[in-house]
């Protein structure tokens, strides 16, 4: 399975895509072009040459509120009122890849794009918003922490993810 990451097109043929949760393919078939249109956030999908999409994720900035971040982790920050931040919002596979690895692949190409954007535009920490404890349970797997008060927005600090990413070229 080649598979090669696209931002997404007019020619993307969405219709197929079924990742299993509806309120996902329904964003991804109605509104993303549309999110895309108006600067919200920006979608690729992974393409495979016989499957078509196989998975996608959108990709937007935020800020956070300093109060939210842990302790451990602000006290080493000046008190800024918001953090800088990225944000994964979406990220599904479609359900005839389950299990393949196609949502590391997916979130590993996100995390790679958003560093490539931090060269330019500063960030402290990516942030998912996972749709159920599920999905929460992928992104712990990776290192993200869930925020305390709301268990399924997750975070990673960018030196975390650059540190990974660097081992991971070794």
């Known amino acids: 399975m080649g598979i090669v990451f ?26 993303a072009s549309q999110d895309e ?19 996608f994720y959108s990709i937007s900035t935020l800020s956070v509120a300093f ?13 800024y ?3 800088p931040a990225a944000l994964i919002g ?8 389950r299990g393949k690895g196609i949502g ?15 060269k330019t535009l500063q960030l402290f920490v990516i942030i998912v918003d996972a749709k159920d404890d599920k999905a929460a349970e992928f992104y712990t797997s990776y290192g993200f922490q869930r925020f305390p008060h709301r268990p399924n ?5 960018k030196s975390v993810v650059m540190s990974a990413l660097e081992r991971s070229l070794d």
């Open 37 to 55: 249109k108006r600067n919200l956030a920006h979608t690729f999908v992974a393409m495979d040459d016989e499957l078509g999409i196989v998975g």
């Open 90 to 97: 979406r990220l599904a596979r479609h359900e005839q890849v």
């Open 81 to 83: 009122d918001e953090i």
């Open 67 to 79: 109060d939210v971040i842990p302790p451990e982790i602000s006290r080493k920050l000046p008190r």
């Open 153 to 157: 927005r997750l975070f990673i600090q």
């Open 6 to 31: 696209e931002a997404l097109g007019k020619h993307h043929d969405r219709a197929g895509f079924s990742s299993g949760q509806p309120a996902l393919d329904d964003w991804f078939r109605k509104r």
């Open 104 to 118: 590391e692949m997916l979130l590993t190409d996100a995390l790679r794009r958003i560093l490539d954007a931090s």
